[in-house]
């Protein structure tokens, strides 16, 4: 099986033209889509989010424009989600606020011997195939989103969010909305 490339020869670049499935099928570069990595967008308690039921918002926010992949994105839903659960037991709302429409493709190029010369078309359909998935976003865009009761419960959140930004691969941002006050406060993830 050949290795993934890394998330950094993706993730600060602008994403490349051609990267989403056209509806004519000779005008689609991309011929096959990678399954969708993220399970569940939204987490918790639904109801009592639609109701209105909960004070205090925790908004995790990237500080720059980037794309993160949707192997990222997993791992860091579920962390929050396990670990939201051990404190707060269906007391939470949880979401995912972005979604991987980006298709990563990857031109792959053997080296060696004669190996190549077999495979490789060279330059004349460079398109590469469809290697995985990422989410397109610009600096301030919400990407988790967290809803809950009970000021006490904060410090803990704060541990959770700074365990998870390093899966993040950018500058992150919290804003915590109190009701009618709003703290701002950054991480550098």
Do not use: W
């Not at 396990?82 to 949880?94: E, G, R, S």
């Amino acid at each position: 099986m050949a290795a993934k490339r890394k998330a950094s020869a993706y993730s600060k670049r602008k994403p490349v033209k051609n990267t989403r499935r056209s509806k004519k099928q000779q005008k689609s570069y991309v011929k096959t889509i990678p399954p969708q990595k993220i399970v569940k967008f939204n987490m918790g308690d639904i109801k009592g989010f639609v109701g209105g039921t909960y004070k205090i918002k925790v908004e995790i926010s990237s500080a720059e424009n980037i794309q993160i992949r949707d192997f990222a994105l997993e791992a860091v839903r579920q962390s929050l989600h396990k670990d939201m659960a051990k404190i707060l037991p269906k007391a939470y709302f949880l979401r995912c606020n972005v979604y991987p429409h980006n298709i990563l493709r990857n031109n792959r190029i053997f080296s060696g011997g004669s190996k190549g010369e077999r495979v490789q078309t060279g330059m004349k359909h460079s398109f590469g195939s469809s290697e995985g998935r990422a989410a397109i976003i610009k600096r301030g865009k919400s990407i988790f989103t967290i809803y809950f009761n009970g000021e006490e419960h904060l410090p803990n959140i704060r541990k959770f969010i700074k365990k998870v930004t390093p899966k993040l691969a950018c500058k992150t941002k919290v804003n915590i909305d109190i009701e009618d006050t709003i703290e701002l406060r950054k991480i550098d993830g």
